[in-house]
C-alpha cells in the first residue's frame, strides 16, 4: 500500500490520486488554503498550503526539497514525506523520521513551512482594509481565522495601502469589494470551469490586479450566487444578504433545496426563526458543491407577509379564523360524513411538496376512512427544460454535465408517488379526477409560487361542496375552499424528500413556523387521532417498515442521504 | 477537611470591671464622637444643589460619537450588541448614504433601552471605532419605558450635549493594539 508521511505519521492513500492538502486530511492535519478547491483546477495562486516535502527512501532515509512547496500543487506517492507548518502540533506517539541533519540548521522540521505561511498571509494583508466592521464575511472569514492562527499580529506595512473603487455593478444579485478580494480566482474559475459562461477575469498586474467583469457582461448566470460562496474573504458580496445579519448570530440547519427535484443539498442560515441566507453543502451524491440561484434566493417565499398563517373557516362568503381546536374536529366530521355518503367522492390531493411522512400519515387517513377514497399527487410544475452546466460560449451544455437545474420544480415527487403506489396501487394524476364532480376535496399544497397550483389545474374546474385546501399563499384553489388551513414551508418542517434520482435526504427544522400554523405532518397526527409529539423519524421508521422502496430510511439515515434502488 | 476538636478555640468574654458596669466612661466617650462631628468640617453634599465631580471613567448615559463631518461614527458592526451582556442593544445596518464615499455601512437604527442596560461599559470596550461610549450622566429619569429606551438621535445629542459640557472627551484607543494581540513569529 502506498504510504504518506505527514508530519511523521503514516498514511495509506490506496489508490487515490492525491495532492499533500488531500493527504494531510487524511492524516487529520489541516493545511490552509484560500485557492485550491475540489471542485475547480489547481492554480497554487494563494501560497498560503506551503508545506515541506521529501521523499523516504526503502532504506529510512529522508531527503527533503530544499524549498517550501505548495501543496495543492504537489502530487504524493508512496513514501512522500510532508512537513506542514503545525509540525509542532503532532502526534507525538509517533516516530519521527529519520530527517536530514542539514535539512533543520538548528531548527525543526517544519520552521520553514510556518514562517512562510506567516509572510504569505503578510503579504495578502499588505493591500487589505481590514474593514472587518462593515464586512459581511466578518466571522466566517478566512483571512481572519489564518491570521489568528498562522499570522502576524502587526503589519509592517509603511505605503499607502491601494484602494481599487468597488463594483456595486457586478451584477443583480452581486457586488465586489475589490480592495478585500485577494486574488485567489476561486470565482473566476468558477466561472470558467462550472457555470461555462466565464464572466469573470482578472485584470491588471501585481498589486493592481482586479476581478471584473467584461463590460456590458454582468455576472449574470443562474450558478453565480455560488462565487459568494466561494469567495473566501469578503470580497463577493450577496446583495440579497448584505448587512442583514452578522453571521455569528445565524443558526445554520442541514437541510434539502425544495425548488427543484435536484435536492441540493444547503445550509440554512436561521436568526429567531427567520431565514436569512441559504448555502449549498457539499453532497456527492445529490448535486456536488454548488446550487443554483433559483433555490439559493427562494427562500424569500417562507418570510412572506402573503402566506396564510391560521386556519379560516367560509362562512356566508367571508373568510372567518376559527382556532384548530374547533377546526379539526369539524374536518373529521365532515370528511367521514362525506366519506359514509359517496367515498367515490372523496378525493384528497397529495402535492409533490410534501414530506415523505407527511404525504404517508396523510394518505393513510383518507385510506383508513375508506378504501374506496382516491388519493392523487398534485400539479408538479415542471418550467421549460434541464439546465445543465458547463455552458460553452454560444449557451450550449458541454459534456461532462456537472450541474443540473431541473425543469420539474418540487422536490419530492418521486417520494409521494412511491407512498400513493404503497397506498393504492397507482399513482392517479389531480388532472385525471379534475373534472369529476367530487363531493369533497382535500388539497395538501404547500406550493412556493401559486401559480405552480394554478398551473395543473384545468380552466374549466369546479370546486366541490367540502374543499379543504392546505397551502401557503392565496391561489385559485383557496380562493374556492370552505376551509383554509395554513401550509408550512420545508424550512418550518423535518421530513424526508426522494430527489429526480431516487436519493432519500432526511432533514431537520431550521425555523419554527407562524405561531398558529401547524405542520402538515401535525395534521396527520391530529387527524388520525395520534398522541404525542408530531415525530418524523418516528413515523419516516413506519414508512420503511410499510414502504419495501422506502426500506432504507429505516434506520439513521446519513447526512449526504441515502440511495434508493429504481 | 472535616473540623476536628483540637481545631475549635473557645473564646470567653472578657469580665465586666467596675468602670465598664457603670456605663458611663462609655456613654462619655460616645458624647465625644458625637460632639466631635458637631464642630468638624462638613462632608454632606448637598445634591441636587450641588453636583458631585464624577471620575471620567464613571459609566453613565451611552453616547454616539459624530465624525468630523458630524455623521454618526458606528459603522453597524454589531461588536456592541454581541457583547452586551443584557441584550439591550438593537441595530439595524443598512448601506451607507452614496454620499458617503468613505463609508459602506452605517446604523439605520440604533436602540438601547437604558432599563435594560446595567452599565457594564463591555459596548464601549468592544467598538472597533470608538463610536460609542459611555458618559458622566447619571441621573436620568423617564415618565415612561418608551422614554428610557434612546434612539439614534437621541444618544447623538447625548454626545453633542455632553462635548459641548467638556465633562467627557472622546477617548480613543485607535491604533494601538489590544492586551490580546501576540508578537509575530521570529
Known amino acids: 500500500m502506498p504510504t504518506v508521511y505527514v508530519n511523521d505519521k503514516p498514511v495509506e492513500i490506496g489508490t487515490a490520486r492525491l495532492n499533500c492538502v488531500q493527504a494531510a486530511g487524511l492524516a487529520d492535519t489541516f493545511v490552509p488554503h484560500y485557492c485550491y478547491h475540489e471542485a475547480l483546477s489547481v492554480v497554487a495562486s494563494c501560497r498560503m498550503c506551503l508545506v515541506e516535502v521529501g521523499e523516504r527512501k526503502p532504506d529510512g532515509t529522508v531527503v527533503m526539497q530544499p524549498k517550501v512547496l505548495p501543496g495543492c500543487q504537489t502530487p504524493v506517492k508512496d513514501g512522500t514525506v510532508v512537513v506542514t507548518g503545525d509540525y509542532a502540533k503532532r502526534d507525538q506517539t509517533q516516530a519521527a523520521l529519520a530527517y536530514p541533519a542539514d535539512y533543520v540548521k538548528g531548527g525543526q522540521p517544519g520552521d520553514r513551512a510556518k514562517r512562510a505561511q506567516a509572510d504569505t498571509l503578510e503579504g495578502l494583508l499588505l493591500n487589505h482594509p481590514l474593514d472587518c466592521p462593515v464586512c459581511d464575511k466578518a466571522g466566517e472569514c478566512k483571512l481572519q481565522d489564518y491570521s489568528y492562527d498562522y499570522g502576524r499580529s502587526e503589519s509592517r506595512m509603511v505605503d499607502e495601502k491601494n484602494q481599487p473603487p468597488n463594483k456595486p455593478g457586478l451584477s443583480s444579485k452581486i457586488t465586489l469589494f475589490t480592495d478585500r478580494c485577494i486574488m485567489c480566482t476561486r470565482c473566476v474559475r468558477f466561472t470558467r470551469e462550472i457555470s461555462g459562461t466565464a464572466e469573470l477575469m482578472v485584470n491588471g498586474r501585481g498589486h493592481h490586479e482586479e476581478i471584473d467583469t467584461f463590460p456590458g457582461r454582468p455576472l449574470e448566470n443562474k450558478l453565480a450566487g455560488n462565487v459568494v460562496d466561494l469567495c473566501p474573504v469578503g470580497a463577493l458580496g450577496s ?328 | 477537611m472535616p473540623l476536628t476538636e483540637t481545631d475549635v478555640r473557645w473564646v470567653e468574654a472578657p469580665k465586666l470591671g467596675f468602670w465598664d458596669q457603670l456605663y458611663l466612661p462609655a456613654m462619655v466617650d460616645g458624647l465625644k464622637t458625637t460632639l466631635g462631628h458637631m464642630f468638624s468640617k462638613k462632608i454632606t453634599e448637598q445634591y441636587p444643589e450641588q453636583e458631585p465631580t464624577l471620575p471620567p471613567n464613571y459609566r453613565g448615559v451611552h453616547r454616539l460619537n459624530r465624525d468630523e463631518a458630524g455623521r454618526v461614527k458606528c459603522v453597524a458592526c454589531y461588536m456592541c450588541a454581541t457583547a452586551c451582556p443584557a441584550h439591550c442593544i438593537d441595530i439595524v445596518a443598512a448601506p451607507a448614504p452614496t454620499e458617503w464615499k468613505d463609508r459602506e455601512k452605517y446604523p439605520e437604527t440604533f436602540v438601547i433601552d437604558e432599563l435594560r442596560c446595567i452599565y457594564c461599559g463591555m459596548c464601549e470596550e468592544a467598538c472597533p471605532v470608538d463610536a460609542i461610549e459611555l458618559t458622566t450622566l447619571y441621573d436620568l429619569t423617564g415618565a415612561s419605558r418608551e422614554q428610557m429606551v434612546f434612539d439614534k438621535e437621541k444618544l447623538l445629542s447625548v454626545f453633542d450635549q455632553t462635548t459641548k459640557a467638556g465633562t467627557d472627551p472622546v477617548r480613543s484607543r485607535a491604533g494601538k493594539l489590544g492586551a490580546a494581540s501576540e508578537p509575530p513569529p521570529q
Open chain 1, 239 to 566: 446583495k440579497d444578504f448584505l448587512y442583514k445579519q452578522r453571521v455569528w448570530y445565524l443558526k445554520t440547519v442541514d437541510q434539502v433545496c425544495s425548488r427543484c427535484s435536484t435536492g441540493c443539498s444547503t445550509h440554512v442560515d436561521s436568526n429567531k426563526d427567520i431565514v436569512y441566507r441559504l448555502r449549498a453543502r457539499e453532497n456527492p451524491l445529490a448535486q456536488g458543491h454548488f446550487m443554483c440561484d433559483e433555490g439559493r434566493y427562494g427562500y424569500h417565499f417562507a418570510n412572506s407577509a402573503e402566506r396564510f398563517v391560521r386556519p379560516q373557516v367560509k362562512r356566508d362568503g367571508r373568510f372567518q379564523p376559527a382556532p384548530w381546536a374547533q377546526v379539526t374536529p369539524q374536518l373529521k366530521q365532515e370528511l367521514s360524513a362525506a366519506v359514509q355518503a359517496n367515498a367515490r367522492g372523496v378525493v384528497a390531493v397529495l402535492s409533490p411538496y410534501l414530506t415523505v411522512e407527511e404525504a404517508f400519515l396523510l394518505g393513510s387517513y383518507f385510506k383508513g376512512l375508506s378504501a374506496d377514497v382516491r388519493l392523487t399527487l398534485g400539479p408538479v410544475p415542471v418550467v421549460g427544460e434541464d439546465d445543465r452546466y458547463p455552458k460553452d460560449v454560444r449557451g450550449n451544455a458541454v459534456e461532462p454535465t456537472k450541474f443540473v437545474i431541473r425543469a420539474e420544480k418540487c422536490p419530492n415527487r418521486r417520494g409521494v408517488e412511491a407512498v400513493l403506489t404503497h397506498l393504492q396501487g397507482a399513482v392517479i394524476p389531480f388532472a385525471d379526477v379534475a373534472r369529476e364532480a367530487l363531493d369533497a376535496l382535500w388539497f395538501a399544497g404547500g406550493y412556493p409560487e401559486p401559480g405552480y397550483a394554478e398551473a395543473g389545474i384545468p380552466s374549466d374546474w369546479k370546486a366541490p361542496a367540502l374543499l379543504v385546501a392546505q397551502d401557503l399563499f392565496p391561489s385559485l384553489v383557496t380562493a374556492a375552499a370552505k376551509y383554509v388551513l395554513p401550509g408550512t414551508s420545508s424550512f418550518e418542517k423535518e421530513g424526508t424528500f426522494v430527489n429526480h434520482a431516487g436519493l432519500a435526504q432526511s432533514f431537520g427544522r431550521a425555523a419554527r413556523p407562524p405561531v398558529e400554523a401547524r405542520t402538515e405532518l401535525q395534521l396527520g397526527y391530529d387527524l388520525l387521532g395520534r398522541r404525542g409529539l408530531a415525530q418524523a423519524a418516528v413515523v419516516r421508521a413506519e414508512v420503511a417498515g410499510a414502504v419495501s422502496w422506502l426500506a432504507p430510511l429505516g434506520g439513521e439515515v446519513p447526512a449526504n442521504g441515502v440511495k434508493l434502488g429504481d
